[in-house]
C-alpha cells in the first residue's frame, strides 16, 4: 500500500497551524531574535526522488546545531573510530551548552552532538582542511543539491559577539589538550556551521545518505560506510535532542537531530528523510511544534524505526 505522505502532512500543517504561542524563539543569538515565530514549514524526500513540501518549506533557516550531524559524518568518514578518543558517545542528560559535565569528564565532551563535543569535532575538520568553511560549504551544497546555499554572515558574527560560553567550552578543551588549533579559529568555523541557512526541502534531502546506508542517491557516491552510517544514526537516536533526547525517541522514534534555529531532521532508514521548521523552541531547545510535526507523522503512517 503507498502512503500518501502528502495528505498526511497537509492535515498535519493544517492542524497545527494554529497552535503557535507555545514556545520561545532562541533569543540568546540576538540575530535569531528577528525570526517570525510563525514559520512553520514541512519537508520530506524520499528515497525514490520524491519531494513533497508544505507551508514555508522553501524558505532558508539557521540550521544551527543541525550542522552537527553533518560535521561528525564528514570527520567520522576520514578518521574513523579514532574520533571517539576525542569524544564519547553517551547520551548527555545535560543541557547543550552545559559546562559541568565537561569539567567531570575532564576535557572529552559526552557526545558530538552537544555543543563541546561538535567544537572537538570542529577542531578535527580545522586541522584537516586548507579552507575548512569553504570545504563544509561545498559538502552541504553536494548533499543538498543546492549549489546556493550560503553562511549567513550577520547570524555568524552575532555568534561570536555573544559566544561566550562557547568560547569558555573551547577554552575548557584546550586546556585538557583536547584542541589542537587557535581558539578562535575553532570557534569561527563553529559559528560559520551553525550559521548556514538552508530550508526544509535542502536539508530533508541533505539527510537521504543516512536513510540509504552512506550513499548519496543522486549519484551513488559514498560518503559514510554501512557500519558507520548506522552508527551516527544511532547517535542521532540517543542524542539528537540534548536532555529530551529519550523523549523524543519515545514520542517519535526516529533518529534526528533538532536545532534552535527551530528546525528538526530525522530520517527512516531505507525510505526518507524529512525537516521540519518551527522556531518556537520548548525550554530545552527543541521546536515544539517540529516535536509535535513528527510524532503525529510516525502515528499517523505507522512507520518509525520501532
Ligand atoms: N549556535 C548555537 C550555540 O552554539 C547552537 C546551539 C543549538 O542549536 N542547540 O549555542
Known amino acids: 500500500l503507498q502512503l500518501n505522505y502528502f495528505q498526511i502532512l497537509r492535515e498535519i500543517h493544517d492542524e497545527l497551524q494554529n497552535q503557535f504561542g507555545h514556545g520561545k524563539v532562541a533569543d540568546y543569538i540576538p540575530a535569531l531574535r528577528r525570526v517570525d515565530p510563525r514559520k512553520f514549514g514541512i519537508a520530506l524526500c524520499t528515497l525514490d526522488g520524491e519531494v513533497i513540501h508544505i507551508g514555508d518549506a522553501l524558505e532558508p533557516f539557521s540550521i544551527q546545531s543541525i550542522s552537527k550531524v553533518f560535521t561528525l559524518s564528514m570527520a567520522f568518514a576520514k578518521h574513523g573510530d579514532s574520533i571517539w578518543r576525542r569524544v564519547g558517545k553517551e547520551p548527555s542528560g545535560n543541557a547543550f551548552n552545559s559546562l559541568v559535565q565537561l569539567e567531570h569528564e575532564r576535557g572529552i565532551p559526552r ?18 582542511q586548507e579552507n575548512p568553511k569553504q570545504f563544509f560549504l561545498d559538502f552541504m551544497r553536494k548533499v543538498s543539491l543546492n549549489p546556493s546555499i550560503q553562511y549567513d554572515a550577520e547570524v555568524a558574527a552575532s555568534e561570536q559577539e555573544h559566544g561566550y560560553r562557547n568560547a569558555a567550552l573551547v577554552n575548557f578543551m584546550k586546556s585538557h589538550g583536547n584542541i589542537q588549533n587557535a581558539v578562535d579559529l575553532v570557534l569561527d568555523n563553529y559559528f560559520h556551521h ?6 526544509c526541502v535542502d536539508l530533508a534531502r541533505a539527510m537521504l545518505y543516512f536513510a ?25 537516536m540517543t542524542c539528537g535532542f540534548y536532555d529530551q533526547a529519550g523523549e523524543f525517541a519515545f514520542r517519535v522514534g526516529l533518529p534526528g537531530k533538532s536545532g534552535v534555529g527551530g528546525g528538526i531532521v530525522a530520517i527512516i532508514p531505507g525510505k526518507l528523510g524529512i525537516c521540519v521548521w518551527s522556531p518556537e523552541l520548548n525550554p530545552k531547545g527543541n521546536s515544539v511544534l517540529g516535536m509535535k510535526t513528527l510524532e503525529l507523522f510516525t502515528t499517523r503512517t505507522g512507520i518509525s524505526i520501532f
Do not use: Q, W, Y
Not at 557526545?111 to 584537516?128: E, H, K, Q
Not at 551553525?194 to 530550508?199: D, E, G, K, N, Q
Not at 546506508?213 to 551516527?232: D, M, Q, Y
Open 111 to 128: 557526545n558530538p552532538f552537544i555543543n563541546a563535543g561538535a567544537l572537538a569535532i570542529t577542531d578535527i575538520l580545522v586541522s584537516d
Open 212 to 236: 540509504n546506508h552512506g550513499i548519496l542517491p543522486v549519484n551513488g557516491e559514498r560518503l559514510l560506510t554501512v557500519s558507520r552510517a548506522k552508527r551516527l544514526n544511532s547517535i542521532m
Open 194 to 199: 551553525c550559521a548556514l541557512s538552508m530550508s
